[in-house]
């Protein structure tokens, strides 16, 4: 069906092209991306498990980082927020403790120690 389709173009667009990585990424570029509209790219993001765009965005972007810190030698955590399309620190470190569950600085800590 459409919505099928249109994850597969979202996943496409967003994960294997790296959009996450674009600082001012919104949904209207996806959407453009993808040629959709908002309410089809919204709910093909739904149907992949994600409350929303932002929230799909923010695990893409934690989740690189959380893969990066597992490397032995890895750049500062600062650095990786950067390379993740994150502008701000701040915003960087509340995505991340919400979605891993404790901040990237005890994360490091906890993989490090394994």
Do not use: M
């Amino acid at each position: 069906g459409h919505i099928s389709e249109l994850q597969r173009k979202v996943r496409q667009v967003v994960e294997e092209e790296e959009l996450w990585r674009e600082p001012d990424l919104l949904l209207n570029d996806l959407v453009r991306a993808v040629g959709s509209n908002r309410t089809y790219v919204t709910q093909a993001i739904q149907e992949l498990g994600y409350g929303g765009f932002k929230e799909y965005i923010n695990n893409l972007r934690v989740n690189y980082i959380r893969q990066k810190l597992q490397e032995p030698e890895h750049e500062r955590i600062q650095d990786l927020f950067f390379e993740a399309g994150y502008r701000s620190r701040g915003a960087a470190w509340r995505n991340f403790t919400a979605i891993a569950g404790c901040p990237p600085t005890i994360f490091e800590e906890q993989v490090q120690n394994k």
